[in-house]
């Protein structure tokens, strides 16, 4: 089975820094793999996802992350944030095997952002 | 249409209550999930439907009772809660065709089990 991990548990950063959060994940074969952010109370949206080709994939809002095969890891990284990227960020990985159905998503990363 | 619409946003229920979650989606998603998420977690899969069939049930009580009608339209029936089932509830749809597979997410359902 797969498993996601997100080293940092919270994150503050000033309005109009560079961010990168940390993924890694754990899987036999290659993932799917997904970026989703959760404001508080609402549900999760996509902001990129990663199946084959490109390892540096563009998402909405600005992200971009790098998948990195040799580290197992997927980061998600922002050249500079605004104060509306505030919110709780997960990263997930999708099961090949099942049309990646049994999505996990790892424990996430809370994003404070400072003015 | 993108979304998927869950109702209510809020329940409130006694441990003796029944109640239903609702999930809909247009989008002709022929996968539908429920997930639970507490406070400050992630969500944790608890079903998924795969052409209304019940394809995945990650050892869920048997107070959780899933119903998928129709390809658009997924339910949750509740019965003899306990109050550490209060969570956010979240329904997803994805299209089931394996190159394209992503999960939307509707707003969610947020339960008190009282």
């Known amino acids: 089975a797969q498993s996601v991990t997100q080293p940092d548990i919270h994150i503050t950063v000033s309005e109009g820094a560079s961010l990168e959060l940390r993924c890694n994940y754990s899987?036999?074969?290659?993932?799917?793999l997904f970026w989703y952010v959760q404001s508080p109370g609402q549900g999760l949206q996509l902001l990129l996802k990663y199946f084959s080709g490109d390892t540096l994939v563009q998402g909405i809002k600005g992200f971009e992350a790098e998948f990195k095969r040799s580290q197992s890891s997927f980061n998600l990284r922002k050249p500079s944030v605004h104060w509306s990227d505030a919110a709780e960020y997960f990263c997930?990985?999708?099961?090949?095997?099942?049309?990646?159905?049994?999505?996990?998503f790892g424990p996430g990363t809370r994003l404070s952002v400072l003015p | 249409d993108t979304e998927v619409t869950q109702t209510p946003k809020h329940l409130v229920m006694g441990m003796t209550n029944k109640k239903s979650l609702k999930c809909e989606q247009h989008m002709g998603h022929r996968a539908m999930y429920w997930y639970k998420q507490k406070a400050k977690k992630p969500p944790e899969l608890m079903f998924v439907?795969?052409?209304?069939?019940?394809?995945i049930n990650e050892s869920v009580p048997s107070r959780f009772s899933p119903e998928c009608p129709n390809s658009s339209l997924l339910n949750l029936h509740l019965h003899a809660l306990q109050p550490e089932d209060s969570a956010l509830y979240l329904c997803?749809?994805?299209?089931?065709?394996?190159?394209?597979?992503?999960?939307?997410f509707g707003s969610g359902t947020q339960l008190s089990v009282l």
């Open positions: 439907y795969s052409y209304e069939k019940l394809s």
């Open positions: 899987y036999g074969a290659t993932p799917y």
């Open positions: 997930a990985v999708g099961d090949r095997n099942n049309y990646g159905q049994n999505f996990v």
């Open positions: 997803a749809s994805s299209q089931f065709r394996g190159t394209n597979e992503k999960l939307f």
